[in-house]
């Protein structure tokens, strides 16, 4: 077991057993205070994630749990990271961006023209899908607020798969399997 800590922007309303996303990796708060939360991370999240290479001071996406009640400003993720993507491509389009990500085998199959991912915890519609991975388009704002602007070709990043997707093609794979 890692004990991870993170300098987070307030603590304010926090409790010992809250749930924070941590570039998109669901994590407990196990302890707090001055600003800096630990969480203890096990050994499969460090291999899947990129939780495992992060360097002192590093800058990293912190978001609190959605609560019963908040506006749902994107899609729905749950921090339940399925593997690291690859940036392959990263192209300044004015104050925008387009980044092409690649995909592990094993994860293409649920990546769908139109649909989403979160990458890093950021909430992103996928746009073209190639034979190796996907587009994404970024907007100003995302750039802006996240940490996705600051990546480089060759960087990897936490993937998470819209989960009604993964239910879908896993039912109609497994259904083809038993007939």
């Known amino acids: 077991m890692t004990t991870l800590r993170i300098q987070v922007p307030s603590t304010e309303g926090l409790s010992i057993g809250a749930s924070i996303s941590i570039d998109g990796v669901c994590l407990t708060a196990t302890t707090f205070s001055d600003g800096i939360v630990s969480f203890d991370v096990i050994p499969e999240t460090l291999e899947k994630t990129t939780l495992g290479h992060l360097e002192q001071g590093q800058q990293v996406n912190v978001e609190r749990s959605l609560r019963y009640g908040d506006e749902v400003g994107g899609h729905l993720l749950s921090g ?100």
């Open 80 to 179: 339940h990271i399925i593997g690291r993507g690859l940036i392959n491509k990263a192209d300044r389009i004015g104050d925008g961006a387009q980044y092409t990500i690649m995909a592990p085998p094993d994860i293409r199959k649920y990546i769908v023209s139109k649909g989403y991912v979160g990458i890093d915890g950021i909430s992103l519609t996928i746009g073209d899908v190639c034979e190796d991975g996907f587009d994404l388009h970024l907007i100003p704002e995302t750039i802006r607020l996240t940490t996705i602007g600051d990546k480089q070709v060759g960087d990897a990043v936490n993937l998470e798969i819209d989960s009604t997707t993964m239910m879908v093609v896993e039912t109609v794979e497994r259904m083809m399997k038993e007939e």
